[in-house]
């Protein structure tokens, strides 16, 4: 089974980056799609962007389009995300996630396999 764990959170300011890596165990990794979610303090878990199995394909939340890019290195068992162009409406926890396919979906139920998350914030 694919176990992820996430790194590269903290505290930025407005208009910089950071970037998210999520390692997962496991010998089938390319086999599965990956997701990044996030979740803000109140509010429910929701789709950042995921990448096919092979990262052929990549998808993405409208609100996070142009300025995040979801990437992987199958070889090193290994999704990125490259968040550049903060806001502090970016202010979450990110989660990275395993879906249950090659190609997942936007929805988190379709995903069952969740690290621990990393804390993003972005202050004005």
């Known amino acids: 089974q694919v176990q992820p764990v996430e790194s590269g959170g903290g505290l930025v300011q407005a208009g910089d980056s950071l970037r998210l890596s999520c390692a997962a165990s496991?010998?089938?990794?390319?086999?599965?799609?990956m997701g990044w979610f996030r979740q803000a303090p109140g509010k429910e878990r929701e789709f950042v962007a995921r990448i096919f199995g092979s990262g052929g394909n990549t998808y993405y939340a409208d609100s996070v389009k142009g300025r995040f890019t979801i990437s992987r290195d199958n070889a090193k068992n290994t999704v990125y995300l490259q968040m550049n162009s903060l806001k502090p409406e970016d202010t979450a926890v990110y989660y990275c996630a395993v879906a249950r396919n090659f190609f997942g979906t936007n929805y988190y139920k379709d995903y069952n396999v969740w690290g621990q998350g990393t804390q993003v914030t972005v202050s004005s």
């Open positions: 496991g010998r089938t990794f390319s086999l599965y799609a």
